[in-house]
């Protein structure tokens, strides 16, 4: 069944891992995008404690803040399938998500391995209109909701330059 995802995202100066880490669920992700007419559909391989899930997600944008997404939970064998789907214009993008608890809201901080300086933080929210408090000790570079270079689909084809200083 469908349903809206909406949030704000921000390219953040790279926290520090090892005290993000006390704080905070760490996932590793693996995710593959594929071949789809419309929208993005993406395969995503997560290991959280030692526990490995796998998740194909089907997106629409409708605005910039809000997108359509259908999900559904694969076996290993399904997921394995589906990989040979594989956009061959984008790379799988592994990254490590910090999820961060703080001021009522769940932070996704998304660390990538092509980026020493700088990260990716994500906030979803109820409405466009939910207020939130951006944890104090991150450092925002800016808000980067507006910018479709730093949507994971983009980032799978061309990755922007670090601009934190």
Known sequence: MPSYEIERKFLILRPDLLNLGTLCRI???????????EGSLRVRRTEERGKVTYMETLKRRVSSMRRIEIERELSEAEYNRRLAARDPRRQTIHKTRYCLPYAGHIYEIDVFPFWSRQAVMEVELKDEQEEFTLPSFIRVIREVTNDPRYTNHALAREIPPEDAP
């Open 27 to 37: 996932k590793e992700i693996s995710q593959t995008y594929l071949i789809t007419a």
